[in-house]
């Protein structure tokens, strides 16, 4: 594959083209492959122990969609930042929740690969606290939900319905819960 071409540069996104493929890049030609974001399957429990969980949710305004997007906490790595860190600083920033025990991590997924090159990983974290009432940093609108079974089948049906804008790195997580309350290994609370 030939080095691609800059077509236009930003501060956190890149329009590339190789070979007549324009695609949007995080990174710029040459630079090594590496997991740009990273985004938290993150279950609270309220007391260390706890049986049953709730799945942490956000809901956050997106400017390129112009509405509120349901998501997974997520956020871009910082250079030399492992996934687990990333992952940990992330959840503290985008919900004010302290993570307990990291217990999964993926490798290198893609978003959408037709569209960009971004890489993603997912790492699954058991978590205790008070949500913030005003998470964020630099000037992100955020809200903090978590999720029993219930709570994720009535989202789902908002999103059917045309209510409620949902991630597609979400979307099947909250379907498990809502059919079948558990997902890797997580029970939910009603």
Do not use: Y
Not at 61 to 82: C, D, I, M, N, T
Request: aromatic share 6%; glycine share 8%; proline share 5%.
């Amino acid at each position: 594959m030939n080095l691609p071409k800059i077509l236009h540069a930003t501060r956190w996104l890149n329009l590339l083209e190789v070979d007549g493929w324009v695609f949007a890049s995080r990174r710029r030609p040459g630079d090594p492959q590496r997991i740009d974001a990273v985004n938290i399957i993150a279950w609270h429990r309220q007391h260390p122990g706890e049986a049953l969980c709730r799945l942490v949710v956000i809901e956050e305004f997106r400017k390129p969609v112009g509405r509120w997007e349901f998501s997974l906490p997520a956020g871009l790595l910082e250079e030399a930042e492992s996934v687990a860190n990333c992952g940990t600083r992330e959840l503290k920033e985008e919900t004010g929740l302290e993570v307990i025990s990291v217990d999964h991590t993926s490798g290198e997924t893609f978003s959408s690969a037709g569209l960009s090159d971004e890489t993603h990983a997912f790492i699954a974290v058991q978590c205790r606290g008070v949500p913030n009432l005003k998470p964020g940093v630099g000037g992100e609108r955020i809200r903090v939900h978590l999720l029993g079974q219930q709570a994720c089948a009535a989202l789902l049906e908002e999103n059917r319905q045309g209510k409620a804008a949902i991630s597609a790195r979400l979307w099947p997580i909250l379907v498990n819960l809502a059919h079948a309350g558990s997902f890797a290994q997580s029970k939910v609370a009603p």
